[in-house]
């Protein structure tokens, strides 16, 4: 079996692999760019809506990085209950979280971590 390049060649790779601040970075050959990090907040209660109180949090994402909105996946992590994120605003370059649960106000403030994960085009 004799292989010529093209049957070498690599479909995609990664060219570009960096850290900024909380974000890890990698653009691929292809015009993907992808970043994850996490981000650690912590929530008062700003409003309530029926039972569940609220906060939304503001979170940077990695400058320069993206050439239009990315998607956007989030997981949270706190010790005392279960939160959900929503994502309220979205550009190139921020988020704006909507962060709820049923037991924020009876602990005053909580420590939350939001685990993000954006995908999107660079070029």
């Not at 809506?49 to 989030?74: H, K, M, R, T």
Request: a negative charge; charged letters at 15%; aromatic letters at 14%.
């Amino acid at each position: 079996l004799k292989l010529g390049t093209s049957e070498l060649a690599m479909a995609d790779y990664i060219c570009e692999d960096t850290i900024s601040g909380a974000w890890r970075c990698r653009k691929w050959n292809s015009g993907v760019a992808e970043a994850y990090g996490s981000v650690s907040v912590t929530v008062y209660p700003e409003g309530v809506y029926g039972s569940l109180y609220y906060e939304a949090v503001d979170v940077a994402l990695p400058s320069n990085f993206f050439a239009a909105s990315p998607y956007i996946q989030i997981q949270t992590l706190c010790a005392y209950g279960l939160f959900a994120a929503h994502l309220r605003t979205l550009s190139k370059s921020a988020i704006n979280v909507f962060i709820s649960n049923a037991n924020i106000d009876s602990r005053g403030e909580l420590e939350v971590t939001l685990f993000i994960y954006a995908f999107g085009r660079w070029k």
